[in-house]
């Protein structure tokens, strides 16, 4: 599985961005994606998870104001941002998580896409 991420910009504070991530390869055996951030000097976070069923789930942080879809026909992930905060400045990075027939978890990264938010 290869993952292509973009859409990271500059916004100013209560602006809006839409980060997609493109997937390709043996995407049939992706069972969740996630979007992860992090800041500097600061460990990775897990910000919003969507299983293959098309379950989500949110980091407190980000609940009401990130939304996070797939198009299947497209193949891609899709973060959109609203109500940005300047503490929501952070590399963003996409992840696919995949299991074989034996039940051995594998992990893709994107490369990760920069969102600042200033003023």
């Known amino acids: 599985v290869q993952l292509q991420a973009s859409g990271g910009g500059l916004v100013q504070p209560g602006g809006s961005l839409r980060l997609s991530c493109a997937a390709s390869?043996?995407?049939?055996?992706?069972?969740?994606m996630n979007w992860y951030r992090q800041a500097p000097g600061k460990e990775r976070e897990l910000v919003a998870t969507?299983?293959?069923?098309?379950?989500?789930n949110y980091a407190d942080s980000v609940k009401g104001r990130f939304t996070i879809s797939r198009d299947n026909a497209k193949n891609t992930l899709y973060l959109q941002m609203n109500s940005l905060k300047p503490e929501d400045m952070a590399v963003y990075y996409c992840?696919?998580?995949?299991?074989?027939?034996?039940?051995?978890?594998?992990?893709?990264w994107g490369q990760g896409t920069q969102v600042t938010v200033s003023s």
């Open positions: 390869g043996n995407i049939f055996s992706i069972n969740a």
């Open positions: 969507i299983t293959s069923g098309g379950s989500t």
């Open positions: 992840n696919a998580i995949s299991s074989d027939s034996l039940g051995q978890r594998y992990d893709y």
